[in-house]
């Protein structure tokens, strides 16, 4: 069985300055890994994901993430924080049967930006 | 770009009562998932259809039913409604093929149970 660990469940960064926010999956399988992110009263919008091929993923709104097997790891990073970017990040693995596996998230980290 | 709809987006019953929450994918997509995500909590998966079968279980009560129809929506049926069934419930959709799935959620049915 697959599973997400996200370290820090609440983080707290001042406007301009990096994001970095913790994943480590366990998963006998290759994974397939994505971060989601919940603004309040809102669904889940993916922010990026990792299948296959290059280790460095590009999201949307400045967010990548690096997929480090050695590690086990996802970490989401932003180099400069924004307002804007103040909500829940929902770390997620996949290792579904066939093309249709269903999500495992993390606990969530609630990412709060100091003015 | 359409979305997936879900409704009611607030709903509230009382104890041992039913629910029933309606989800529509975006067109053309044939997989369907359910999630509950409790006060606080992470999502949870509950259960998926693919091409109106369903795929895979998780999590779902027992007092809980599910199915997708021939235009693709799906509906999650709740009976003997208990009062930790208040949560949030999220349908997403993906396209079956093409490569590791892409799921896009709906914007959630907030249930309450008084």
């Known amino acids: 069985a697959q599973s997400v660990t996200q370290l820090g469940s609440h983080v707290s960064v001042s406007e301009g300055a990096l994001v970095l926010l913790r994943c480590n999956y366990s998963?006998?399988?290759?994974?397939?890994l994505f971060w989601y992110v919940q603004y309040p009263n809102q669904g889940l919008q993916l922010l990026l994901k990792y299948t296959t091929g290059a280790t460095l993923v590009k999201g949307i709104n400045g967010f990548e993430a690096e997929f480090k097997k050695s590690e086990t790891s996802f970490h989401l990073t932003k180099p400069s924080a924004h307002m804007s970017d103040a909500a829940e990040y929902f770390c997620?693995?996949?290792?579904?049967?066939?093309?249709?596996?269903?999500?495992?998230f993390g606990t969530g980290t609630r990412l709060t930006i100091i003015p | 770009a359409a979305g997936v709809i879900q409704s009611p987006r607030h709903l509230i019953k009382e104890k041992r009562e039913t629910a029933t929450l309606k989800c529509y994918p975006i067109p053309r997509h044939d997989t369907v998932y359910w999630y509950q995500q409790g006060p606080g909590q992470d999502p949870q998966f509950l259960i998926s259809?693919?091409?109106?079968?369903?795929?895979d279980k998780g999590s779902i009560p027992d007092r809980f039913s599910a199915q997708q129809f021939s235009d693709y929506h799906s509906e999650l049926n709740m009976s003997s409604l208990e009062l930790g069934d208040s949560a949030l419930y999220f349908c997403?959709?993906?396209?079956?093929?093409?490569?590791?799935?892409?799921?896009?959620f709906g914007p959630g049915t907030r249930l309450t149970v008084l």
């Open positions: 998963s006998s399988v290759p994974p397939y």
């Open positions: 997403a959709s993906s396209l079956g093929s093409g490569g590791p799935n892409e799921q896009f």
């Open positions: 997620a693995v996949s290792v579904g049967r066939g093309l249709r596996g269903k999500l495992t």
């Open positions: 259809f693919y091409e109106k079968m369903q795929s």
